[in-house]
């Protein structure tokens, strides 16, 4: 049985190969490791393997993780990667570091006013429906500069980029084609103006496509922590 240390130092691998191979010195990729469902006991031993930055899907399962690992709240940044519906926002404003999934300027308004006052901004990714139809989450591309330039404006968050989940689909060009398309909106949001950092995409199945179009975080769950239950 591998460990979650050792699967993590796999994955790190596999990261700065596909990024010497694909986008050799363009940029650097952090990885997000998705621990969904995954007890606080594997948290803890990522974290203590150096791993920083953990993602949750669900609100209060994510409240009862961090109650468990109070003792490392300096070390771990909490990224909420799941759909927020807006009677959680006040308990996601108060608890995480990251959201990635705003998809809709009235969450982005609530994360903004219920950010207590002693907290950094809360940053925020938003999340663009590239594969259209299939996929209910997700601001349209089209609408995506008019949501981008309004969360921009809101004072307690800080917009920082998109992340996409795009269809499952095998091969690496089928797999690389909707992660550009997220990347040439991102181009063109800092083209207009925006200053975006952040490119939230790339899961296990599709690490490689991700890095390839310039992923700047990578969201890893299976790889690291195993099948989930
Ligand atoms: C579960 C999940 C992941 C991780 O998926 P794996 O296939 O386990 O790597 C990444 N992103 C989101 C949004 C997820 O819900």
Redesign the pocket.
């Known amino acids: 049985m591998t460990s979650v240390t050792e699967r993590l130092q796999q994955v790190k691998a596999h990261i700065h190969r596909a990024n010497s191979s694909f986008a050799p010195g363009v940029h650097s990729v952090t990885l997000l490791a998705?621990s969904?469902t995954q007890p606080a006991s594997a948290v803890r031993e990522a974290a203590a393997a150096g791993q920083r930055a953990f993602?949750e899907?669900y609100v209060q399962e994510a409240l009862d993780k961090m109650a468990s690992l109070a003792d490392l709240r300096s070390q771990i940044e909490w990224h909420l990667?799941?759909p927020l519906q807006s009677n959680k926002t006040r308990a996601v404003a108060e608890a995480f570091d990251w959201v990635?999934s705003v998809d809709r300027l009235k969450i982005a308004q609530r994360l903004s006013e219920q950010r207590p006052a002693g907290l950094p901004p809360l940053n925020v990714c938003l999340q663009v429906n590239v594969s259209g139809e299939a996929s209910k989450s997700g601001v349209a591309p089209d609408a995506l500069p008019a949501l981008a330039h309004a969360v921009a404006a809101l004072p307690n968050l800080r917009l920082r980029g998109l992340m996409s989940?795009p269809e499952p689909v095998n091969g690496l060009d089928a797999q690389r084609a909707p992660h550009r398309a997220l990347r040439a909106l991102f181009d063109r949001l800092n083209a207009d103006g925006l200053a975006l950092d952040t490119l939230s995409m790339g899961?296990?199945?599709d690490l490689d496509a991700a890095v390839a179009e310039g992923a700047t975080i990578v969201?890893?769950?299976?790889?690291i922590f195993g099948a989930?239950a």
């Open positions: 998705v969904k993602g899907n990667i799941g990635h989940i899961m296990s199945a969201r890893v769950g299976t790889a989930r």
